[in-house]
């Protein structure tokens, strides 16, 4: 095939230029936020067995259902792209023995994931994650301090309006019954049911509560809720888990009909909303216990909790509000020369801005002063230092203060001293 221009691959964007400050910004966030709370980094491949996600994710999801990328490797291993991170950090959990190490085992993550989704805004086939995992400690405070992390990392991030939907999808107790009162009742309204619900009547009920299409709204309001229908560690859990959410005064609501799309979880489920400006509300991510999940996958029962967010959600949501304007152009000096000695003494003369945190525009190809002006009236700064031919050769240069209108010539290793005084 002549393929002459290329493009990205359906579904998997470039993060560039601007989109970038957000990027970091929210990888750096993470980082220290997490580092705070006694989190420890964990990398793990991006290529994982294909089972590890069949098994942790659950098989009747849309995630192993549909949405994985797969591939049979040469000496024939069926191998998946990650579709999400908590399979994999347990997977490492039981593999490297972290059960012997004092308990909890806390870790987090940052990095990109894999779903084959059909191609939508704000929908990518590559995204990227960030997660916190809680590993070998059941008690409810554990839920509430996820929670709260997360909420810490958004706000540090200076996003607003944040609102968090909590509920308890309780454990094999009290789960079991639930879900055969749920199918009868779904049963009983089958004819008013859209197709997937049928099928998901069968197959995995409380994803009934995930569906968005409308026919389905009115059944959803009149259903039995699992949480009217909790055993009583479960009940008490939950109630422990909002009294330290209450504590904390976050702004959290039940929603009787969170489920999660994950078969994983038990008890605490939450999601994390922020309202856009059109008033639109925009989901960033969740989590909740897993305490089933380690001993599924081939370890010792450890109860869990963790949670994981979407980075290209929370960049969309902090582009909305504005959130990020880089050091003002005011601030950065432009330096323009003419000459290949001026050029040569520029590059000098950067290395000492550099260090002095100096943040500075030039155009080092450019020769024409005229051309180099108009750059620096476009960026606005308020300070441009000029190497001549002769500055150059004198080892000087000429400073303009743009906003006084005064300059002065100075030696070059006077030039950061005189700009740090202003
Ligand atoms: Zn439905
Ligand atoms: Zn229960």
Not at 51 to 62: M, N, Q, R, S
């Amino acid at each position: 095939m002549k393929k002459t221009k290329f493009q990205k691959p359906t579904g998997m964007h470039d993060i560039i230029f601007g989109d970038q400050k957000y990027f970091q910004s929210i990888i750096s966030t993470v980082e220290g936020v997490s580092d705070y709370y006694g989190f420890s980094k964990i990398d793990t491949p991006i290529l994982e067995d294909e089972d590890l996600f069949l098994k942790g994710v659950g098989e009747a999801t849309d995630i192993s259902e549909k949405e994985m990328y797969t591939l049979k490797t040469k000496g024939g291993d069926r191998l998946a792209l990650r579709p999400e991170g908590t399979a994999s950090v347990v997977r490492s959990y039981i593999e490297s023995g972290m059960a012997n190490r004092p308990q909890p085992v806390k870790l987090y993550y940052i990095g990109p994931f894999f779903r084959h989704e059909r191609p939508q805004a704000g929908r990518y086939r590559q995204f990227y994650q960030f997660g916190l995992e809680v590993l070998g400690d059941s008690n409810p405070v554990i839920d509430a301090q996820i929670i709260n992390i997360v909420y810490s990392i958004l706000t540090d991030l200076k996003l607003k309006n944040i609102s968090i939907e909590v509920n308890s999808i309780g454990d094999k107790e009290c789960r079991n019954a639930y879900k055969k009162t749920l199918v009868k009742y779904l049963k009983s309204k089958s004819s008013l049911l859209c197709s997937d619900c049928k099928r998901r009547t069968k197959e995995n009920p409380l994803r009934f509560f995930d569906c968005k299409d409308p026919k389905c709204q009115a059944v959803k309001a009149e259903a039995p809720k699992i949480i009217d229908n909790l055993c009583e560690d479960c009940h008490s859990h939950f109630k422990q888990t909002l009294e330290y959410l209450d504590g904390l005064e976050l702004p959290y609501q039940i929603n009787p009909c969170l489920v999660r799309g994950l078969d994983y979880y038990t008890k605490t489920v939450f999601e994390f909303f922020v309202t856009t400006k059109e008033g639109k509300s925009l989901a960033l991510g969740g989590g909740g216990r897993y305490d089933y999940l380690v001993k599924l996958l081939g370890g010792k029962e450890t109860p869990a909790v963790g949670a994981a967010f979407g980075i290209e959600r929370i960049m969309q949501a902090m582009k909305d509000m504005n959130l990020i304007d880089g050091p003002k152009s005011k601030d950065k000096v432009f330096l323009a020369q003419i000459g290949i000695l001026a050029k040569s003494k520029s590059l000098v003369l950067i290395e000492s801005l550099r260090r002095a945190k100096i943040p500075v525009v030039e155009s080092l190809g450019k020769d024409a002063l005229k051309i180099q002006m108009t750059k620096a009236s476009r960026i606005g700064s308020k300070f441009i230092i000029i190497i001549g031919h002769k500055e150059a050769t004198e080892n000087s240069a000429i400073i303009k203060n743009m906003e006084t209108g005064r300059q002065e010539t100075v030696a070059l290793d006077k030039v950061v001293s005189k700009i740090k005084k202003g």
